[in-house]
């Protein structure tokens, strides 16, 4: 197992409790408010836990104009993408809504093909289709719930998510392998500049009178933004290491997704988790390969 393999295998786990916290603080409630407590919360845990350990000044620093666009350019990317995520997640069940958006590493893997031109292993695109075929899997078990994949505007709305993660992954490579860009300095800025947009989505929501969902205060809301901050921290650092094939650090980190269907079926109850257990297995033996094949 490679060195950063550690490191995005405990960036999934974090990735997961960040999922669960989610699903339970976004669930009828008021999306964009619920985005910028929590993304608030982590950019300040996130800020305490670099002062703690000397760094924040170094980080703060570390923004220069190519940072700051590079960091300005990801804030826009992820904010997209969490929007559409998290609108699918109010109504989808969490063991349907989190294998949609695990599907991102394929889009991951075939931009990454053309982007950077990362051809995986024979062991590791044996992987590649086994997580494919479980992330299938996971789509037929939804269909036997009553979901039509092609008529659900939820549906949609978390494909779209998944679409705009895959591209945020495929910035991150540019962004600590090409740039060189300092991680931590590029986490703080992100979060800061994610911050700025909701406060404007919101701003420009109340200008224009649009519709508003109540918003419910739940514990679990700043919670989402810490567990996101640590497992991006570890995800950064990992991708930042030289030669590190981002199609790969992708699916990998989707690992997440086994931790969210455990925990996640049992706090909300959710109902056929035989066929979704049987998409999991699926999903387990394509990262085995791909840990082997690395």
Request: proline share 3%; net charge positive; glycine share 8%.
């Amino acid at each position: 197992m490679n060195s950063w393999t550690g490191l995005i295998i405990a960036s999934a786990v974090f990735l997961a409790f960040y999922d669960l916290a989610k699903k339970a603080s976004v669930r009828d409630n008021a999306v964009l408010p619920v985005l910028l407590v929590s993304t608030l919360s982590g950019a300040v845990a996130f800020s305490i836990a670099l002062a703690a350990g000397g760094k924040l000044r170094d980080a703060l620093l570390g923004g220069g104009g190519t940072v700051l666009a590079l960091s300005a350019a990801k804030s826009a990317i992820v904010a997209t993408s969490w929007v559409f995520t998290f609108c699918a997640l109010r109504t989808l069940p969490i063991t349907v809504a989190t294998p949609i958006r695990a599907s991102a590493p394929a889009l991951v893997f075939v931009m990454a093909l053309f982007a950077y031109g990362e051809i995986p292993s024979w062991m590791q695109a044996a992987g590649m289709l086994c997580v494919f075929a479980g992330y299938w899997a996971f789509s037929w078990a939804g269909r036997a719930e009553g979901i039509s994949f092609f008529r659900c505007r939820a549906v949609w709305y978390a494909f779209a998510g998944a679409f705009f993660s895959a591209l945020s992954a495929i910035w991150d490579k540019y962004v600590f392998q090409k740039a060189g860009a300092n991680v931590e300095s590029v986490q703080l800025y992100f979060q800061a500049f994610l911050v700025a947009v909701y406060l404007s989505m919101i701003a420009a929501q109340r200008a224009l009178k649009l519709r508003r969902d109540r918003f419910e205060w739940r514990w679990t809301i700043p919670l989402v933004g810490v567990m996101l901050a640590a497992a991006d921290w570890l995800y950064f650092t990992a991708l930042a290491v030289p030669g590190v094939p981002v199609s790969i650090a992708s699916l990998l980190r989707r690992f997440s997704v086994v931790v969210t269907f455990a925990f996640g079926a049992r706090i909300f109850r959710e109902a056929n988790l035989r066929r979704k257990a049987i998409a999991l297995a699926i999903v387990l033996a394509g990262v085995a390969l791909l840990c082997i094949g690395g």
